[in-house]
Every structure is written in C-alpha cells, then in structure tokens.
C-alpha cells in the first residue's frame, strides 16, 4: 500500500491511495470524533501510476468534499483511513504548536512504551504506533515523504535496516533500553499469557510464528529453577529469536531471523551511537524529559508504566542461572553502559 495526500483545502481534500491488490479500487474513510460518516471509493485515473507499475488501471485517486462529508469545511478534526489497512492516510487537527518534525520512538521491550505516545501523541498531526508490523511500503512512504512533516511513529524496527531512511530524512530517534532480566522476564511471560490463545487452531494465526513458542511455555513451571534450566535448552527457533538478546538483534542485524553473532554485538553499539536520544528505563523520567525537552514540547513529564511484582520475581530467579546468563550476555554489556552513561547525569 502507497498513499500521498496533495491538499487538505478546507472544504476539499484530495490525494491517492494504492492498494496491495494492483486489480482492486481503493476506498478509504472518514472519521469524525471516532465516528465513520462516509466510505469513499477512488473514482479519478492517475496515468502515472498505472504507466509505473504500480497499479493496474490508476483507479487510485480519492476526493472528500462538501457532496460526501457535508459541513466538511467546518470539522476542525476528522481522520481519513485506508478502508482495508485502517491504515492513517490524513489527519486534520488544529495547528497550535505542533510539533513539526518527524520522530521514530523504537520499541526494545515487549510491551510498547504507551505512556511515551500518550504525552507525545496530541503534539503531532499524524501518528503510528506498531509500525514494526508495517509493510516494507508503508514504511517507505512514513519515511520518505516530506509532506508528512509533523509526524510520531513507534514500534520494534530491526534498526540498522531502516537507518539510511532516518538519516536522509532527518529523522529523530529516540530508544530507551530496557534491564535486560526484567525484559527477558516480561517477554517469557507475555508467551506464557498467549499459551491458550496459541492452543487453538481457530485463534493461532493471530500469533504467526510465535505460536509455537507461546505452546511451548505451556509445559515449564517458571517458578523451578531445574524447569527453567530445561526451557532454556529445549526452546523452539521462534522463542529463541524472541529471547535471545533481543536490543543486540534489534540494533546489530537487519532481518529478525538473522543468526547473531559476536560481531552482531559490535554492530550494535556501533549503531546505537548514531541514535538521537538514548536512555534506560530505570531513568524513565531523564529520558522522557529529555524527549519532551528535544521537541520543543511543553508538557508534564510522564511516569513509567508500573512493571508486575511477578516480572520482577522471574527476574530475580532468572539472574543466577548460566544459562540465562549467556542469552542475555550481549545485551547485559548494552544495558549496564548505558545506565551509567545516564547515571552521572542524572539521579533517580
């Protein structure tokens, strides 16, 4: 899926949409207050896209007017979405101190900095959270077209894949590595939660490859110390790509099945230097005011989302086991760098 929006007028906004489908005609629709008021099918040939291959009739020009969203130019905020993606195509809010950049906040953990796109959310025309699920041409089109000029995209990149869009674009980065036991713990947790859903044969596509591993968790008890040892020597190929070193393989390779490697670990450090802003999560704050303060936003600084008593338990039984040990042995360096380099500059 490709998209550009040409004008947003007031009381008409054209652009086009290309749809995965090359044969189909695309549709989108808009959104007032999160209520649907129209489904819009392209009606207008762009010859250009079908001479380029992109589609095969042009079909792919879409208009909102006064006709199809009556009072079109008196809704101060509306959005305009791809009806089969639900992908954000525009979104038209007021233009009180917007943020006028193009920020890309890489998700380390399982769970997605939420509070981080909560505070920084009202502060863009346009947002996307979970692009890590992207496809290769949505991404290009967030990344590369200038027109989107105040926007805020989140989600876990294979960073190094994607860095010569962020520097030709210059877009800032922003990356908050997570302790990496506490991290191991949430992700081994996270499968564990997904084991019924995964047991399912009507419901387990929606895990794609990690349903498997989420299986897998069903059979260990995470409270033993000798079942644990055993979880770690008989994983699955997705559960293992899933816990094994995980910053080391967002930041040092460029596809998420690739082997790593000592090297890997030199690549990522190497990479994670070039990133805009880098902090830890046991300084959540420094790092959220740093954020705030690199923007230009003025807002209250957000407190961290509180981690679950029992992620910190499996944590703890998880530091001494060797084997856990050399999973995380890259990540371990990363992590305790990075939370010192924070340490001598700001306080708890």
């Not at 079908?50 to 079909?59: D, F, I, K, N, Y």
């Not at 293992?240 to 910053?247: D, E, H, Q, S």
């Not at 705030?292 to 029992?310: K, Q, W």
Request: overall charge negative.
């Amino acid at each position: 899926m490709r998209f550009f929006v040409d004008a947003d007028r007031g009381d008409v906004i054209h652009g086009w949409v290309v749809p995965d489908n090359p044969l189909a005609i695309s549709r989108i629709h808009v959104s007032v207050d999160g209520r649907r008021v129209a489904e819009i099918p392209a009606t207008e040939i762009i010859a250009e896209l079908r001479e380029g291959g992109l589609h095969a009739t042009g079909q792919c020009r879409f208009q909102v007017n006064e006709q199809n969203v009556p009072g079109l130019a008196a809704l101060p905020r509306l959005e305009i979405r791809d009806v089969d993606t639900n992908i954000l195509v525009h979104r038209r809010i007021p233009d009180q101190n917007l943020c006028r950049l193009k920020v890309v906040l890489v998700n380390t953990g399982i769970h997605p900095e939420t509070v981080l796109q909560a505070a920084l959310y009202p502060h863009f025309q346009q947002s996307y959270f979970g692009i890590g699920k992207f496809s290769e041409q949505v991404l290009s089109v967030l990344f590369d077209t200038p027109t989107l000029d105040s926007c805020f995209m989140s989600g876990a990149l294979v960073y190094p894949r994607y860095e010569s869009h962020f520097v030709l674009q210059d877009i800032l980065t922003m990356l908050l590595v997570q302790e990496p036991f506490v991290e191991m713990a949430s992700r081994m947790l996270w499968l564990r939660a997904r084991a019924v859903l995964a047991q399912d044969p009507a419901q387990s596509w929606r895990l794609g490859d990690l349903a498997e591993a989420a299986r897998f968790t069903a059979d260990y008890d995470y409270a033993d110390a000798k079942s644990l040892r055993r979880f770690f020597r008989m994983l699955p190929e997705s559960a293992y790509r899933l816990l094994y070193n995980p910053l080391t393989r967002l930041l040092g390779t460029r596809f998420p099945e690739d082997r790593i490697l000592p090297a890997n670990s030199i690549i990522a450090v190497e990479v994670l230097s070039r990133v805009s802003i880098v902090g830890h999560r046991d300084y959540f704050e420094a790092f959220a005011a740093t954020v705030l303060d690199r923007l230009g936003i003025d807002a209250p600084v957000p407190s961290p989302t509180l981690i679950a008593p029992e992620v910190y338990a499996l944590a703890d039984r998880l530091r001494p086991l060797r084997d856990v040990q050399d999973f995380l042995n890259f990540d371990i360096v990363m992590s305790e760098a990075i939370r010192k380099s924070v340490a001598k500059s700001w306080a708890k």
